[in-house]
C-alpha cells in the first residue's frame, strides 16, 4: 500500500465551517472506510478585483477552508497520469462535494446545530483533482493535479429575453407581493438538499409532503402550459411515494427506490416550474 495512489480533490472556499482543523474518517455501508476528509482553515490575500477604492495591497487577510476529500481505495488504473489527464472532473467534484456535505451534516446533527453553514460548487474558489500516495494524502499533499473549473472562474450566462421568467423577475414579483413562494417549493428543495447530501430515507420523507403541497398549490394554475399533465402525474403517484416514505422509516431505501425518489423529485420540481414559467412578470398570485 506504500506505493499505492489515491484520488484526491481538494476544494477550496472563502469563510469558515463548523468542523474544527483534522482528519475525518467518513464510513459507508456496513461501517467501510470510504474517504477521509482534511479540513484547513487558512488566510488568502484579498484578491486585488474585490478591495475596496484606496485600500493598500496590505489590507487583511481573508479566512478560508481548504477541503481535501481522498479516496479511501487506492486509484485502480495502471498509468495515474493518463487517467488525471482523462478524466471527467465533473462527478469526481460532485461527489467530493457530497462527501464533505456529509461530514458537515453529521457534525451538525452531533452539536444539535440547526443551520449549518454548506458548501456548494458555486462557493468555491478553487478546486483540484490529482492522486497521491498514502503518506502524501495523509499529509493532504498531491502527486499530480489539475484544476477543475470553478464558477467563479467560469463566464457569465447571459438569459436571453423572451426565454421565460428568470430569477431576477421572480425575485422582483416576490418582493412586491405579486407572487409568493409555495410551500412545495421549499419542500421540494429540502428533499433535493437531502438527494446531493445523501441523506436518502430525509429526501424519501420530505417528498411525500412535498408531492402533497404540491398537488394542492399547483393546481389553480392548472391553466398554466403543461401544468394540468404534471399535476395528474403526481396525483397517480401518491401510492409510490407513500411506500417509498414507508421503506424510508422501516430503515432504508435499495437502489430502485431510491432512483424513484429522484425521479419524482425532478417531476416535482418540473411542475413548480412550469407553474412559474406560466406566469407573466407582474401577475399578481392572487
Same mark, same amino acid.
Given at each position: ?5 489515491? =484520488?484526491?480533490?481538494?476544494? @477550496? ?10 482528519? %475525518?474518517?467518513? =464510513? ?11 479540513? @484547513?482553515?487558512?488566510?488568502?490575500? =484579498? ?13 487583511? !487577510?481573508?479566512? /478560508? ?17 493518463? %487517467? ?13 462535494? @457530497? ?9 451538525? +446533527?452531533?452539536?444539535? @446545530? ?6 456548494? +460548487? ?36 447571459? *438569459?436571453?429575453s423572451g426565454s421565460g421568467m428568470g430569477p ?7 418582493? /412586491? ?12 428543495? *429540502? !428533499? ?21 403541497? /404540491? ?5 389553480? %394554475? ?17 401510492? &409510490?411515494? &407513500?411506500?417509498?416514505? &414507508? ?23 418540473? &411542475?413548480?416550474?412550469?407553474r412559474n414559467d406560466g406566469r407573466r412578470v ?5
Amino acid at each position: 500500500m506504500a506505493d499505492a495512489r489515491f =484520488r484526491i480533490v481538494r476544494l @477550496e472556499a472563502p469563510g469558515r465551517v463548523d468542523v474544527p482543523d483534522g482528519r %475525518w474518517m467518513l =464510513r459507508g455501508h456496513a461501517n467501510r472506510p470510504e474517504a477521509v476528509v482534511v479540513v @484547513e482553515h487558512v488566510e488568502r490575500p =484579498r484578491s486585488r478585483f474585490r478591495r475596496r477604492r484606496g485600500e493598500s495591497d496590505e489590507a487583511p !487577510a481573508i479566512d /478560508a477552508v481548504r477541503l481535501t476529500v481522498i479516496d479511501a481505495d487506492p486509484l485502480d488504473v495502471e498509468d495515474p497520469d493518463r %487517467w488525471l489527464h482523462r478524466a471527467d472532473p465533473r462527478p469526481q467534484l460532485a461527489t467530493a462535494l @457530497e462527501r464533505v456535505g456529509r461530514l458537515l451534516h453529521l457534525h451538525a +446533527a452531533a452539536a444539535e @446545530e440547526t443551520d449549518p453553514r454548506s458548501v456548494r +460548487a458555486q462557493d468555491l474558489s478553487a478546486a483540484l483533482l490529482g492522486y497521491g500516495t498514502g503518506e502524501q494524502a495523509a499529509d493532504g499533499q498531491l502527486s499530480q493535479a489539475r484544476p477543475i473549473t470553478v464558477a467563479s472562474a467560469a463566464p457569465q450566462r447571459v *438569459r436571453r429575453s423572451g426565454s421565460g421568467m428568470g430569477p431576477d423577475e421572480r425575485l422582483a414579483d416576490l418582493l /412586491a407581493g405579486r407572487d409568493a413562494v409555495l410551500a412545495a417549493e421549499l419542500l421540494t428543495l *429540502r !428533499a433535493r438538499e437531502d438527494l446531493l447530501r445523501g441523506r436518502t430515507r430525509e429526501a424519501a420523507l420530505q417528498l411525500r409532503v412535498a408531492v402533497e403541497a /404540491a398537488i394542492a398549490e399547483l393546481e389553480p %394554475w392548472r391553466a398554466a402550459p403543461e401544468l394540468g399533465p404534471a399535476i395528474d402525474r403526481l396525483r397517480d403517484q401518491r401510492r &409510490a411515494v &407513500a411506500d417509498l416514505a &414507508a421503506a424510508a422509516v422501516r430503515g432504508g431505501l435499495d437502489e430502485d427506490q431510491l432512483e424513484l425518489v429522484r425521479n419524482l423529485v425532478r417531476e416535482t420540481t418540473t &411542475a413548480l416550474r412550469r407553474r412559474n414559467d406560466g406566469r407573466r412578470v407582474g401577475e399578481r398570485f392572487a
